[in-house]
């Protein structure tokens, strides 16, 4: 699938024409199609390694999976590095580590509306142990009635080497690995889909971002591969 390359800094497409949103959308259709048959309905984002655009990516896919007209959740499961409340330029008082943490707050409190379809939750303030706040948390819990509101949650989390990262996804349907082309081996790669396969992890696709297209198409794109 092509996508043309973004500035360096996180940013959000904006433009409805043109290569990269075209992309998108078939990356948006992949999904449903398979969503629909699995009855998929929470998706977690990670990577093999930190910095392959993860972030930047998941962001921009629940904009346009909402922009189809269904009610989209994006939460920031990344408790260690978050950059989802950056990207969207949301304050971060209340998140999901305040929700996981302290009973005192609504469940719905965390949330900020971007529109009429998209909502974001940002990551809340860093805990000391993340991994021990989501294995004791009400994570399962939470996410199941979130999935009564919304057509579907994606939720970015960290590479999938921490223990944070293997936790969330046993809580998700289903998982899409994000790889920098160029940057990520065939060996990481391996490795990082074994990790899954050991840890029941299903992974929808691998998304291989920052592939160079030919020279008299001076773009970049993102590659889908359904798994």
Do not use: W
């Amino acid at each position: 699938m092509v996508i043309k390359k973004q500035a360096k800094q996180r940013t959000l497409i904006t433009n409805e024409k043109g290569t990269i949103p075209e992309q998108f959308r078939n990356i948006r259709a992949s999904i449903q199609y398979v969503a629909d048959k699995k009855k998929i309905k929470t998706i977690m984002a990670t990577s093999c390694r930190q910095g392959e655009g993860k972030s930047s990516l998941i962001a921009n896919l629940a904009m346009f999976m909402s922009k189809s007209g269904k009610r989209v959740l994006l939460i920031d499961g990344d408790l260690r590095l978050p950059t989802i409340h950056r990207i969207f330029k949301l304050k971060n008082y209340v998140g999901l580590s305040d929700l996981l943490k302290d009973n005192q707050f609504h469940r719905y409190e965390g949330i900020q509306k971007i529109d009429d379809h998209l909502d974001v939750m940002a990551s809340g303030a860093s805990p000391y142990n993340p991994s021990e706040l989501l294995s004791d948390s009400l994570l399962p819990e939470i996410l199941k009635e979130y999935e009564a509101v919304y057509d579907f949650i994606f939720i970015d989390a960290p590479p999938i080497g921490l223990s944070d990262t293997i936790i969330t996804a046993n809580y998700c349907d289903a998982t899409i690995l994000v790889l920098e082309n160029g940057k990520t081996t065939k060996t990481q790669l391996k490795e990082c889909i074994e990790k899954c396969k050991m840890q029941n992890i299903d992974v929808l696709g691998i998304i291989r971002n920052k592939v160079k297209r030919r020279r008299h198409e001076s773009s970049y794109y993102y590659d889908y591969v359904k798994k």
